[in-house]
């Protein structure tokens, strides 16, 4: 029964035919010689030229790299800490209200995130800009890091810990030496997606920044609405290319720290 | 807010296990619930020619009578305007219309991909799960400009058309509403495959074949036995699509036309265009409280779904 019929192959060619053709597509114009988005005048890495000429769009590269590396880290904190108060904690004063705002902004139209944070940002007469933003994405991600967190501490062997305490380990030796190694995969993980989410964000990046801190997505955006740029093709690319990079690589990792697991795993049983 | 900020956690725990609650839900309130408020204060308060540009504008210096003046200049006329106002109605309604038509071509195209990756080896199976969420790792700005290239006057598609015959002249793609929904189901897309896929993965084969055992035709049993099983996950799925699509901004200001826009524009063209800010929070309160009720069942689910985990 496990056997795939025609029609479950099919809608499964058909779903990544759809996912994957128009990436393919703007990965194989960016290499277009010709200024012409959709007149095929040759290979050509002219456009990457010219992208390396956009001080602009370097800038604004810049930028976004070190609001999504401040905000990534600062969010796996915060999240990290929540996924451990909502499983460990059990019940306390105001828990209801917690997981709340933990699920609210998966799922928030971002145009009300933005503009609720804004708000608050010129309530407070705090200068707009980098740190503003930074705050804005540490706020969104930290709850894709506790979900992703949350769901691999439920699913853990509490007598590992146990075993800490009652050998005499205090607790915060106990979960730095035992439960931050076991869920550290779920730790990287939920970096990686905030890094990604704050790297990707517009609307909430747009509400929140002020002069000097124009984010990549803000950047591309104004392009984009003037037309379509064999260079902007070019710049797509690149990040594709990074992401490809960056996922591949994690995955790889995840592959050799289980291999490793299973070999310590078997070397256990046969002492 | 101030008895969130003073809450005792349980009996005796530790300094230093407080502060693992202490630390996120602070900054949740901060971050999160308090700007909530200062949107629904701007929502009562009017326009004005000023820096920030509203009024009233809440003294604290001026102690209790400051706080009693503020309080008599809230009123409700941005509200009044709201709903007075056809383009602000026809804006939610179209947002709505645009969210529930999507999440159903969304189930219709998820649905089966979900199901091909479940039925498919297992030793595939990850790799297939892996390709689904690949795009998402994209920058979604990205996933749209490739849409502007293929739907463009001379772009892919019309020539592709032209070059089969089906067309003779090229036709209007970009700017219209057909362009707005390719690009929201193409974007939103994993949200709706994963979590069905999740409630199928977990499905036991043995029902189907005890279906098939005793002469259930294939398409009766998905119907009897696929369906009721996997239905939290499509539920879930639905909710996860349809929520942020009803207040979607990038996807129809890029893809969509100027002649009727959904309330996520709607709002950002108040607030950054014509600078009323009291419009634009009064335009959030109302999508929220559209909202609220789908984000409870939604948290409910989810809740639901990690209970059955443990």
Known sequence: MRRASFFNVVSVALGLAFLYLPIAILVIYSFNASRLVTVWGGWSLHWYAELLNDRAMLDAAWTSLRIALVSASAATLLGTLAALALVRHGRFRGRVLFSGMIYAPLVMPEVITGLALLLLFVSLDLDRGFWTVAIAHTTLTMCFVTVIVQSRLIGFDRSLEEAAMDLGCPPFKTFLTVTLPLIAPAVAAGWMLAFTLSIDDLVIASFTTGPGATTLPIRIYSEVRLGVKPQINAICTVMIALVGIGIVAASLLGKRNAARRERGAALGAQV | ?310
């Open chain 2, 1 to 310: 807010m101030s008895a969130t900020g003073q809450h005792e956690i349980g009996g005796r725990r530790s300094f230093g296990a407080r502060l693992v609650v202490l630390v996120p839900y602070l900054w949740l309130v901060g971050f999160f619930l308090v700007p909530f408020a200062i949107v629904l204060k701007i929502s009562l308060s009017q326009t004005a020619l000023a820096q920030p540009p509203y009024v009233p504008l809440l003294d604290l210096a001026a102690g209790w009578d400051g706080a009693k003046a503020f309080l008599r200049e809230l009123s409700l006329d941005t509200y009044r305007l709201l709903f007075s106002d056809a383009i602000y109605l026809f804006s939610y309604f179209k947002s709505l219309q645009v969210a529930a038509l999507s999440t159903l071509i969304l189930l219709v195209v998820g649905i089966p991909l979900a199901y091909g990756i479940a039925r498919a080896p297992r030793r595939l199976q990850w790799l297939l799960v892996l390709l689904v969420i690949l795009p998402f790792w994209t920058s979604l700005l990205i996933r749209i400009y490739a849409w502007i290239n293929i739907l463009q006057h001379d772009g892919l598609l019309n020539e592709a058309l032209l070059a089969l015959g089906i067309i003779s002249a090229p036709v209007v793609w970009l700017s219209t509403d057909t362009a707005v929904y390719i690009g929201l189901v193409y974007c939103y897309l994993p949200f709706m495959v994963l979590p069905v896929y999740a409630t199928l993965e977990k499905m036991d084969i043995a029902l189907l074949e005890a279906a098939a055992d005793l002469g259930c035709p294939r398409w009766k049993a998905f119907w009897l036995v696929t369906w009721p099983l996997a239905r939290p996950g499509i539920v879930a799925g639905a909710l996860l699509c349809f929520i942020p699509i009803v207040g979607e901004f990038v996807i129809p200001d890029l893809l969509g036309g100027s002649q009727s826009s959904m309330i996520g524009q709607t709002l950002w063209t108040e607030f950054f265009s014509n600078k009323d800010w009291p419009v634009a929070s009064a335009i959030a309160v109302v999508l929220l409280c559209l909202l609220v009720v789908p984000m409870t069942i939604y948290e409910h689910l989810q809740q639901r779904a990690l209970e059955r985990d443990r």
